[in-house]
């Protein structure tokens, strides 16, 4: 997620402070890399050219000329500026005090909107709703069918008529369903074209009147750049947005989108598509993904993420094996196992404060899948009771997980030192339920 960008951003600062005082000439020179750092990351120029006024009027003052630590004081100007540039905070999906409320998902096709539907039924059950997803899309083959399986792979009930060709009479048949079904949030994936035209205009102009939807949510590839603003500013001005979902935002996605829609719009981005799987959505947060481009890290999404995917009652077990000296390799397996389902690593790595500092010296995927190839090999002695593992046994686990005896080695030789300072750690406290679930053999 914007790795470009964040490299480019990050160098000229590390440039600036390494000046130690900083001048009206260099400070010149570093918001020119700035600026052109935006431009190539696809930025809409007019809110590249806004950005560095601001940037300049606050930067030039004396608060950050004088300063011991100009700077960092630097970084901080820009930070609050990219933070107010995406809207400033995290705003909520708005929830009709009578149930059930409507959401509706408009966009091209090509933009994930369908798959979004399905991550945003999800993303709401797991905050206690009770969502219901509608097949409102007519036209394309194999549509409806498309959203009954993802509906069907959590469990989601889904709404459709069959042979039925009238997307607006759908989604007021749905309702009542919800309505009659004890459903309190209607998720409408309605039809989409490869270009925006009158006829899809229309059809998504008398959805909206009929239902009069709380958000009207647009889904836009990030991956297009400056044309999913684009897109943006048309659906906005015809149909009317409360809001944005960007999708593939972990792909090669430059940024642009996510740091132009707002400012262009004036709507803002509520969610942010991170990879495939149906648990790939994010709450956006204008704050931390300022933190995440300017190398900051991003605690409060790891957090989030440990507390959504690591089991509590599991972890206090873990804890309590660490206190007494009993973590095992097959605890540590199920640590491994918990930490790819929190997501790609270097995702997490990058939201871990000064990682992106160390980038080479990260461990990598192939990492723990060689990690867990190993202890796989391993028999169940061997992996609660690593010290029998004698030169004989690490040939034949070496061979069993296509390894070398070295990485056997290299393995155990870590484990001990970081089950040593985990058992320390845990004694100070500084385990609070996680369980030392994110510490790595690297």
Same mark, same amino acid.
Request: net charge positive.
């Given at each position: ?9 990050? $160098? ?79 705003? #909520? ?36 709703? @009770? #969502? ?20 069907? @792979? ?18 007021? $048949? ?95 981005? $509520? ?5 495939? $799987? ?28 440990? @507390?959504?995917? +690591? ?63 190993? +202890? ?40 001990? @030192? ?25």
């Amino acid at each position: 997620m914007f790795e470009s960008l964040s490299e480019k951003l990050q $160098k000229t600062f590390r440039n600036l402070r390494g000046l130690g005082k900083l001048s009206e000439k260099n400070m010149k020179e570093g918001l020119r890399e700035v600026r052109m750092a935006l431009l190539e990351a696809d930025v809409n120029y007019k809110v590249v050219k806004d950005f560095i006024g601001h940037v300049r009027e606050k930067a030039m003052g004396g608060d950050v000329l004088d300063s011991i630590t100009p700077g960092q004081q630097l970084v901080k100007v820009v930070h609050d500026e990219l933070v107010t540039m995406m809207g400033g905070k995290s705003e #909520p999906l708005t929830f009709s005090s009578e149930p059930p409320s409507v959401l509706m998902l408009i966009g091209l096709q090509g933009s994930d909107k369908t798959t979004t539907a399905a991550k945003l039924a999800r993303h709401l059950r797991t905050r206690g709703h @009770q #969502p219901l997803l509608v097949a409102a899309d007519v036209y394309r083959p194999a549509a409806v069918r498309q959203l009954e399986i993802l509906a069907e @792979q959590r469990e989601i009930p889904s709404f459709s008529v069959e042979g039925s060709s009238d997307p607006v009479g759908i989604c007021k $048949k749905s309702v009542e369903y919800a309505r009659k079904n004890g459903r309190d949030v209607v998720i409408l994936d309605t039809a989409g074209r490869l270009h925006i035209d009158d006829e899809l205009i229309a059809e998504l102009q008398r959805i909206r009147d009929s239902l009069k939807p709380g958000e009207t949510l647009l889904v836009a590839d990030a991956m297009t750049g400056q044309d999913a603003v684009t897109a943006a500013e048309n659906f906005h001005s015809q149909v009317g947005l409360t809001g944005v979902v960007l999708t593939k935002l972990d792909g090669d996605a430059r940024g642009g989108a996510a740091l132009s829609i707002r400012a262009v719009t004036g709507k803002p981005i $509520k969610f942010a598509g991170v990879g495939e $799987k149906l648990d790939a959505l994010e709450a956006f947060h204008p704050d931390r993904i300022a933190s995440r481009i300017l190398g900051m890290g991003d605690v409060l999404s790891l957090v989030e993420k440990a @507390q959504e995917t +690591i089991d509590e009652e599991q972890a206090a077990k873990l804890q309590e094996k660490l206190l007494k000296a009993e973590f095992t390799l097959e605890d540590f397996r199920e640590q491994l196992q918990q930490l790819k389902k929190m997501g790609p690593l270097d995702e997490l790595m990058g939201m871990i404060p000064g990682m992106s500092k160390f980038k080479g010296m990260q461990p990598q995927e192939e990492d723990l899948i060689k990690v867990e190839a190993i +202890i796989n090999s391993m028999t169940k002695k061997e992996r609660q009771a690593p010290g029998v593992i004698d030169g004989s046994r690490k040939k034949r686990i070496a061979r069993g997980s296509g390894t070398k005896v070295a990485d056997v080695n290299r393995l155990l030789k870590q484990f001990q @030192q970081m089950r040593k300072m985990m058992k320390q750690m845990s004694r100070l406290g500084r385990l609070p339920g996680l369980g030392g679930g994110i510490n790595l053999p690297i």
